[in-house]
């Protein structure tokens, strides 16, 4: 609510007339920080402190005489700050989900014991080992934490639930067993072995939200509201960058600065991918209720529509590296320039404005009395900003036929109008996403919100489906292999019977599902965190600690600086994240005590131990069963992506099948017939989110893949792999363009109700542009299946049949789309009809063509760049060439 209100009514102008820089304020705390310097060390570093100091306060339970009274009641409040460190994350949203999940599961093991000390309420400590008690313990301890093993549970909920259910079933089936539990609901017992933990989450799942809510410190860190600041500043950044874009084409030369647009770009996508990061959580800030519901609904309906902008935009960006800025080209400029800089200005207003306005969860007929005549006057600003969009669209599309048959001698496609076309048309479509945005703003519409009730029903629907057959394996080896050696325990004391440390400590390391070979390098790593924060938090506590007066504070003052490192590494690292976890966990748990008490050397070698048997059993499951490559998940990732690409060239130039050759001049798009059966809103992103998908999963995985233990393998091919992901990235923004200009031409002729259908399939049924598709594809199977062949490829031995497909690829290399442009240019003026649109440049066949034929020859190059970077692999021999 507050952001909105700091932006005030209106749209803000500089003295040139653009619009000034949304700046919201930052909290003390950042500011001491020093947010204006680096803001991602001042949020982290924020969020640290926050969560050290509340660790340091926990811990003077254990150091102040009249607050020590706290841990008599059956919890601890060492674990208190454990369950904070597990609860804790980046904002109100993450944090509400992930205490919800501790909770979870640690409730449903507790209410597991009740059961089980229900039925059987001295547990084996009167019967024998094969006694029906023992049978009724084991089979209980089995088919429990199985089914956490085989269904999928959220991880949280797995972890809790596995390490608690291995000590509550350790101690049922322990012969001399004294720990005392609860029998059931009317026998509840506070200081119980099941319901004190229990508390003891409660306490902690409540105090790490608290930690993230508004404070004397700084503002409640909400996704929500992160995500507010990020839309509008994207918003405002892809305005200005349009309006840079738009001054360096019109220049008279290709400069330094058309290369730093790229660069730009990729910090504007990387943005766009934090808002998505942002958002991931904020439906546990809200349930989809209210105002803040209404924000969060705006900005998904934005989210879609920022990615389609970014992808012109690159596109867009490619066009002005490849133009050759003749003289052909100042004239048309000199023509249009000042109508594209007006259609970039008031396009620019027009998104704003519309972003502003979601972010506040503008929706008209929620409002009353003064707010409802601000709304209304608010919905009369935004309506003219849309008309004055809509009065520039048609002043460009007419300056443009106009332009072009002046300097071009013709009002059709030329080979030297490509990029112009192309540019232009791209500009047109940013205006017409504004527009489109705009448009679902005041229609006072929202995707349905998903309520209490039925994210339930989905969570308990998305459970009950099955983990893979591998990953219940390999963590059922890891599991019940270190708790089966708990069981029995290990001669010369180096770890008693029934002893379920390792057991609990495996649920900790255990990797997701998905996860490749590299989950045995994380384990190794993840040792670091557990028996480092073991070690050095019994150092710090047997070296800093003293019952004198003046404990507390120096207590108080090593847990928070502690504390506050652990949690800067949980916060800030990808790589060593959850390291930064275990220490700030396991090294509360060792440092958080009595001050009278004291590990002894035995007590910490022995946690060592079952932390180390912990770390053998998980790996021994990944080896065993042969956790799969993250090379060859990634690989499969990378590859599904380039399959989803290949179906939607061939639907898109009506090439059919592999096996079918459809002839040239009889094509049709099968894109057209989906939205005529499904209609536009529907196809028009469609691939986009499974291309995206696809490549951020490859390129997740991927990150992994050097760190995996490769044994018997070569290690992995991080240069052809970056190019193939590269490649494969920029081959799905260029047939995401190519769609996204049919489906919206398609949707503009749908609106008019003209009766016509955009001419595509007159473009793609000419003969050049025909062969070149059946060549590009052609090649294009080749090309990716040798791709796929070299990078499965991980030992020395020699390749069978690569020869052939060398051969054949080099025997007919496929060139660059320049050659054939002429004819191409030619064919495609004569198949599209005379008439001209004025109305848009979305409308104009002519630009339409441009799109497919500049975005045609983007793919053929990355085809070519993976064919020369696949015949620099050392895998391939001159023999096979």
């Not at 989900?97 to 039925?119: D, E, H, K």
């Not at 549970?153 to 509550?168: D, E, N």
């Not at 809103?681 to 490769?710: C, F, N, Y």
């Amino acid at each position: 609510g507050w952001r909105s209100r700091y932006l005030g009514n209106g749209i803000s102008l500089e003295p040139d007339g653009s619009i000034t820089k949304p700046v919201f304020p930052v909290g003390f705390g950042q500011r001491l920080l020093g947010h204006d310097k680096n803001s991602n060390f001042a949020i982290w570093a924020d969020l640290s402190l926050r969560c050290a100091v509340m660790c340091g306060v926990i811990a003077l339970t254990y150091w102040v005489p009249f607050l020590e009274p706290l841990n008599n009641y059956g919890w601890s409040m060492q674990y208190v700050v454990v369950i904070i460190c597990f609860s804790v994350y980046m904002d109100i949203g993450n944090t509400t989900s992930l205490a919800w999940y501790n909770f979870y599961g640690t409730l449903l093991p507790t209410l597991n014991v009740f059961l089980m000390w229900g039925f059987c309420p001295d547990g084996v400590t009167k019967s024998e080992t094969f006694s029906p008690t023992w049978w009724f313990g084991m089979i209980d301890f089995v088919i429990f934490n199985g089914a956490f093993l085989v269904l999928n549970v959220p991880v949280g909920v797995r972890m809790f639930a596995l390490s608690w259910q291995a000590y509550f079933s350790m101690a049922f089936l322990d012969p001399q067993n004294t720990t005392k539990f609860s029998t059931g609901l009317d026998d509840v017992i506070l200081e119980g072995a099941a319901v004190g933990p229990l508390v003891g989450t409660i306490f902690g799942c409540i105090i790490s939200i608290l930690v993230v809510c508004l404070s004397p410190w700084g503002y409640a860190l909400t996704g929500l509201g992160a995500a507010q600041e990020q839309a509008i500043g994207i918003a405002w950044s892809e305005g200005m960058q349009w309006k840079q874009m738009i001054k360096l084409y019109k220049g008279s030369e290709s400069t330094i600065e058309i290369d730093r647009l790229k660069g730009e770009a990729k910090i504007l996508e990387a943005k766009v991918h934090k808002l998505d990061s942002m958002m991931s959580a904020t439906w546990w800030e809200c349930f989809d209720l209210w105002k803040a519901g209404r924000v969060r609904a705006h900005i998904i309906a934005l989210q879609s529509k920022l990615d389609c902008m970014h992808d012109w935009l690159k596109g867009s960006i490619q066009a002005m590296q490849d133009e050759d800025f003749n003289d052909l080209h100042d004239k048309l400029m000199g023509k249009v320039g000042d109508k594209l800089d007006k259609l970039a200005d008031v396009t620019g207003k027009l998104m704003f404005r519309a972003v502003k306005m979601g972010i506040n969860g503008f929706a008209l007929s929620k409002y009353s009395g003064a707010d409802a005549a601000l709304a209304q006057i608010e919905q009369r600003e935004l309506t003219a900003d849309m008309k004055a969009v809509a009065a520039a669209q048609k002043e460009l599309a007419e300056s443009f036929a106009a332009a072009r048959e002046e300097v071009f001698g013709a009002n059709t496609l030329t080979s030297d109008s490509l990029g112009e076309h192309f540019f232009v048309f791209a500009l047109a479509t940013y205006g017409q996403i504004a527009t489109e945005y705009a448009e679902y703003i005041l229609s006072d519409k929202r995707a349905e919100p998903q309520g209490i009730l039925k994210s339930c029903f989905n969570g308990v629907k998305d459970t009950l489906a099955f983990n893979s057959l591998n990953f219940i394996m390999r963590t059922s080896v890891g599991f019940f292999g270190a708790w089966v050696i708990g069981y029995f325990g290990m001669p010369g004391g180096i770890m008693a019977p029934y002893s379920s440390t390792a057991a609990g400590t495996t649920a900790y390391l255990m990797a997701a599902e998905g996860k490749g070979g590299s989950a045995i390098m994380k384990n190794v790593a993840r040792f670091q965190g557990t028996g480092g924060g073991t070690i050095i938090g019994q150092l710090l506590f047997t070296t800093l600690m003293t019952c004198a007066w003046y404990g507390g504070i120096i207590g108080f003052g090593v847990v928070v600086i502690y504390e506050f490192f652990a949690f800067y590494l949980y916060f800030s690292s990808q790589s060593f994240g959850y390291v930064g976890l275990l220490l700030a966990a396991y090294g509360a748990e060792h440092m958080i005590m009595g001050c009278s008490s004291q590990d002894t050397p035995g007590g910490v070698y022995n946690t060592i131990v079952d932390q180390t048997m912990a770390i053998l059993c998980v790996t021994a499951g990944d080896l065993i069963i042969g956790n799969r490559s993250s090379g060859h998940l990634a690989a499969e990732a990378l590859f599904t992506m380039t399959n989803i690409l290949e179906g939607a060239m061939r639907d898109l130039f009506g090439i059919g099948s592999h096996d079918v050759n459809t002839p040239r001049n009889k094509r049709h798009c099968a894109l057209i017939d989906r939205i005529a059966d499904h209609g536009a809103a529907v196809v028009h992103s469609a691939h986009k989110i499974d291309i995206q998908s696809k490549h951020m999963q490859a390129e997740s995985i991927g990150s992994e893949a050097p760190l995996e233990p490769r044994f018997y393998r070569m290690p992995f091919k991080q240069g052809l792999w970056d190019s193939l992901l590269k490649c494969g990235g920029h081959i799905g923004v260029n047939l995401c363009c190519i769609e996204y200009a049919i489906t919206d031409a398609e949707a503009r002729h749908a609106r008019d109700k003209s009766g016509k259908h955009v001419a595509v399939d007159a473009m793609i049924s000419t003969p050049t542009l025909g062969k070149i598709a059946d060549d590009t594809m052609a090649r294009w199977e080749k090309v990716f299946s040798l791709a796929e062949t070299l990078m499965l490829h991980e030992t020395n031995d020699k390749l069978t049949n690569l020869s052939m497909s060398c051969k054949q690829l080099l025997g007919c290399p496929m060139e660059k789309l320049d050659p054939s442009l002429p004819a191409i240019v030619e064919e495609i003026s004569q198949a599209l009809s005379s008439s001209i649109s004025t109305d848009s440049i979305l409308a104009d066949g002519v630009s339409l063509a441009s799109v497919l034929v500049m975005m045609m020859s983007g793919i053929i190059d990355r085809i070519n760049t993976m064919e020369e970077v696949c015949f620099k692999d050392p895998d391939i021999g001159l023999e096979d060439l």
